[in-house]
């Protein structure tokens, strides 16, 4: 099983409880009969996008010079793309910031998010998933809390991320992690934390457990 794991997060984790959550996923996956490859949106060279990458797509066509940036945003794009397609199962480990995903996240899924790769349309205009076959698995922080009636709507990072990856892709999301309320409630930080990374680690089980019988 080739296992994609993309860390969404820069901060140490020391700090960052989506970082820690990472860090406690791989820590299970170590030494197991699987083959783990991790993205990191931050340390990859991962320009934004936009009219350059168009320009690069113009260029290519006419065998036109790419600029700097053009050429940056191809191979970027490639990588990404290159990074999901090859992986079985696709682990992202992400924070909820100021309601939704961090910047680089998305631009991740930008570059991934295409008709004839990700997602097609047949001859009625219906929306056809082409990633079926791949499962997906989110870690995710949040200090806040967005789970009550009240506050649910507010959250647009694991919503947004099941849209993409469920709905639009299609990948089936076989577990989700969401540690919340840590920030909101100090006095019971480090106990929503423990049973959160407890439960990181059930999830890294049952992906190795899952490898093993596949």
Same mark, same amino acid.
């Given at each position: ?6 860390? &969404?997060?820069?901060?140490? %984790?020391?700090? #960052?409880? !989506? ?5 406690? /996923?791989?820590?299970? +996956? ?44 191809? &191979?970027?794009?490639?990588? %990404?793309?290159? #990074?999901? !397609? ?5 682990? /992202?480990?992400?924070? +909820? ?118």
């Amino acid at each position: 099983m080739n296992i994609l794991v993309v860390k &969404a997060n820069n901060r140490p %984790a020391t700090e #960052a409880i !989506s970082s820690k959550m990472y860090e406690t /996923f791989m820590a299970e +996956l170590e030494g197991k009969d699987v083959n783990v490859t991790t993205y990191d949106v931050f340390e990859e060279d991962t320009p934004y996008f936009g009219q350059e990458l168009f320009n690069a797509f113009g260029k290519v066509q006419n065998s036109e010079e790419l600029t700097d940036v053009e050429s940056r945003l191809l &191979a970027a794009k490639q990588k %990404a793309m290159d #990074a999901v !397609s090859a992986a079985d199962v696709v682990v /992202f480990a992400f924070p +909820l910031w100021n309601l939704t995903i961090p910047a680089k996240l998305q631009t991740f899924i930008d570059y991934v998010y295409a008709a004839g790769f990700a997602f097609k349309y047949d001859a009625e205009g219906n929306l056809i998933s082409l990633m079926t076959d791949k499962k997906a698995i989110f870690l995710n922080a949040r200090g806040g809390i967005y789970s009550s009636p009240q506050t649910a709507p507010l959250e647009m990072s694991v919503t947004y991320m099941r849209n993409v990856f469920g709905g639009v892709f299609g990948m089936e999301i076989i577990d989700e992690v969401v540690i919340e309320g840590h920030n909101a409630m100090p006095d019971k930080a480090k106990e929503i934390v423990a049973d959160g990374m407890e439960e990181v680690k059930a999830s890294a089980k049952r992906l190795v457990d899952m490898a093993i019988h596949a």
